[in-house]
Nanobody, 123 residues
């Protein structure tokens, strides 16, 4: 089992930046995928960004060019740098992880472990 703890959410004006961090309770296996998903009020949870074991990142179209996902294996941490934030980026952001080799998709089904979520509000 892996526990994921997010931090870094908050309120920001449109055009601003926030950095989210996710710390895992242990090192993930070599084939792990870690991602961020978000859920806007009244909407389904959707993938935002994910990074696989080779460090290859994948982004949802609405955030391409604005968000950057990165990982620090030494500290079991994955970060999401969010720039040029828009009101439509508002939602609860969840860190998620999977240790199933070869799977790293921007979808709920791809992940096994979940954090508790952190709120991001853009006005």
């Amino acid at each position: 089992h892996v526990q994921l703890v997010e931090s870094g959410g908050g309120s920001v004006q449109a055009g601003g930046s926030l950095r989210l961090s996710c710390v895992a309770s242990r090192s993930l296996y070599s084939g792990a995928c870690v991602g961020w998903l978000r859920q806007a009020p009244g909407k389904e949870r959707v993938g935002v960004a994910a990074i696989d074991s080779d460090g290859i990142a994948n982004y949802a179209d609405p955030v391409k060019g604005r968000f950057t996902i990165s990982k620090d294996n030494a500290n079991n941490t994955v970060n999401l740098m969010m720039n040029s934030l828009k009101p439509e980026d508002t939602g609860t952001y969840y860190c998620a992880a999977s240790e199933r080799s070869g799977i790293c998709a921007l979808a709920e089904w791809a992940f096994t472990y979940w954090g508790q979520g952190t709120q991001v509000t853009v006005s």
